[in-house]
T-cell receptor
Framework: SQTIHQWPATLVQPVGSPLSLECTVEGTSNPNLYWYRQAAGRGLQLLFYSVGIGQISSEVPQNLSASRPQDRQFILSSKKLLLSDSGFYLC?????????????FGPGTRLTVT | EDKVVQSPLSLVVHEGDTVTLNCSYEVTNFRSLLWYKQEKKAPTFLFMLTSSGIEKKSGRLSSILDKKELSSILNITATQTGDSAIYLCAVLRYAGNMLTFGGGTRLMVKP
């Protein structure tokens, strides 16, 4: 079976500090990977997605970046955090090819920028 | 630009009530609509709908898609406190890798 991990679970960082959130998937190969942000218990905003190693598509211009150094690893980064970066960050994966349309989510990281 | 709108924004009911949550969409080359339940952390997948008029059912939850009206409903019968959550609707288009999510409906079921 497949599992998806995210860490850390919670993070409090000062404005201007760097950020690195990590997501890994087990039990599947060549998944599509996604980073979302969710503000105040509302809908999900897609930030980045990746269909393969080194392939990143950005959906919203901001001071965040993403990288996919390995097939099942997806990293969200920032060089300098802003207050507006606070939120709940979710990573998700989806089967490629003719697999299902559904995405499966990790447990999330709650980021507070102070 | 794809658009997904959910209503109501929030809902408070008592145990045993039946609720209907709505999702409407505007998307080019619609492929499927998905429902998720989010309690505290990760959204969990409930249903995927691709064809109009075919009801998907799981226990007390059911959902149906109306492609003519560009909408879907999620019904929960005999609600329980454990149904309290945010319910998210999302759409997928053909030749796309991304889901577009609605803003969610926050359901609270009181004992």
């Amino acid at each position: 079976s497949q599992t998806i991990h995210q860490w850390p679970a919670t993070l409090v960082q000062p404005v201007g500090s760097p950020l690195s959130l990590e997501c890994t998937v087990e039990g599947t190969s060549n998944p599509n990977l996604y980073w979302y942000r969710q503000a105040a218990g509302r809908g999900l905003q897609l930030l980045f997605y990746s269909v393969g190693i080194g392939q990143i598509s950005s959906e919203v211009p901001q001071n965040l970046s993403a990288s996919r150094p390995q097939d099942r690893q997806f990293i969200l980064s920032s060089k300098k955090l802003l207050l507006s970066d606070s939120g709940f960050y979710l990573c998700a994966w989806k089967r490629t090819g003719t697999g299902g349309h559904e995405q499966y989510f990790g447990p999330g990281t709650r980021l507070t920028v102070t | 630009e794809d658009k997904v709108v959910q209503s109501p924004l929030s809902l408070v009911v008592h145990e045993g009530d039946t609720v209907t949550l709505n999702c409407s969409y505007e998307v080019t080359n619609f492929r499927s609509l998905l429902w998720y339940k989010q309690e505290k952390k990760a959204p969990t997948f409930l249903f995927m709908l691709t064809s109009s008029g075919i009801e998907k059912k799981s226990g007390r939850l059911s959902s149906i898609l109306d492609k003519k009206e560009l909408s879907s409903i999620l019904n929960i019968t005999a609600t329980q406190t454990g149904d309290s959550a945010i319910y998210l609707c999302a759409v997928l288009r053909y030749a796309g890798n991304m889901l577009t999510f609605g803003g969610g409906t926050r359901l609270m079921v009181k004992p």
